[in-house]
């Protein structure tokens, strides 16, 4: 029986006949989800992980994950807007409110489409083809009704009414009112404040 000689040097690469095994790894306490009890100490998942959201804060709407604002509006004296100023300034202030209250609409809520310099072009150079300024009048009764629902009030506000009011001299009464319940709504805050909308 012959016998090979010992093989000197260091050992072939694959020259080990036994495979090496893997090591061993702990379980992932994560596996399966978040363990609350038996073998892992129950641990808080991530925001959105098994867990429902968080309900949003009252009064800061929740649409597509972000909240709606605008700006505040003024307060105006209601018989000041009706007939004091109007009066002291031969009519000239109840042009000026109407551009005003339209661009403060505007401003409260952008998302809807306001021009107040085409509102106060159909209250005056349309008055001569009679019928643009209830239009406008209309038109505006409808956004005070839209401002009313986006700060999270009963819309109260009616634009037929308005121009019914128009004819008779009190339909910026009227508005005014109507405009108050919405600044009301949001306490003593300066015109111009941003605040939130509900819808």
């Known amino acids: 029986m012959s016998t090979q000689p010992p093989q000197w040097g260091p050992p072939s690469p694959n020259s080990n006949p036994y495979t090496p095994a893997a090591p061993a790894q702990a379980p992932s306490p994560y596996q399966g989800g978040y363990p609350q009890q038996g073998g892992y100490p129950q641990q808080q998942a991530p925001a959105g992980y098994g867990y429902p959201a968080a309900a949003p804060v009252p009064g800061y709407p929740q649409q597509g994950g972000a909240a709606h604002f605008g700006l505040s509006m003024k307060r105006r004296n209601v018989a000041g807007v009706w007939l004091g100023l109007p009066l002291i300034t031969l009519g ?10 339209n661009k403060e609409m505007a401003q409260f809520d952008s998302r809807r489409q306001v021009n107040p310099a085409m509102s106060v072009l159909a209250v005056t150079l349309g008055a001569f083809l009679i019928i643009p300024p209830f239009v406008s009048i209309h038109a505006t009764g409808k956004r005070i009704g839209e401002a009313q629902r986006a700060a999270g009030l009963a819309p109260s506000c009616s634009a037929g009414l308005g121009v019914l009011l128009a004819f008779f001299g009190f339909y910026s009464l009227y508005y005014q009112i109507e405009l108050n319940r919405v600044v009301d709504h949001y306490g003593q805050v300066a015109p111009g404040t941003q605040v939130p909308l509900a819808v």
């Open 92 to 101: 000239i202030y109840s042009i000026v409110w109407h551009y005003k209250i």
